[in-house]
């Protein structure tokens, strides 16, 4: 019997590291500067807590491990790192806009849209 054919991993899909990490850079910068989320005390002091690229870093990590790629996440858990900052729903919508805007920058194609949100949702 012939061998199914393989589906290539979201994280080689991508286009790997490299790719990742451009739309994560992008994405912090606009969620670190999203005056919509900024105006939640809490975020705002963690945002002016953490330097950027160490954020970035640990996101990147995050995603390559989590779409299939060699990385393994050493950072805190989502819960850990999030539990004291009461994000809203509508804090939640204006982090999935930013999201949003990354993906369609780099022209992610609408499969691979699809299946990171549903990482993202997950967290
Ligand atoms: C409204 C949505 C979100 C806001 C406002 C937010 C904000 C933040 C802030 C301010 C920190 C720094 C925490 C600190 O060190 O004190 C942080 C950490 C982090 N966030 Fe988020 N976040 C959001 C959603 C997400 C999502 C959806 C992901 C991943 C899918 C994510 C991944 C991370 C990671 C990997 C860290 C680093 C954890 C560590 O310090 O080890 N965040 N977030």
Redesign the pocket.
Known sequence: MPAEPQKPSLYERLGGIYSISCVVDDLIDR??TDAR?NA?P??N???H??PPPG?KY??T???GW?SGGPQK??????R???E??N?TPK??D??MDD?QQSLDKFNVPAAEQAELKA??QS?
């Open positions: 969620v670190m989320l939640n809490a975020v002091e963690a945002h807590k953490v954020f640990l996101v990590e995050m995603v989590a996440y050493t950072g805190r858990s989502m850990e790192s999030h004291q900052m994000i804090e939640w204006a982090f999201f990482i993202v967290t």
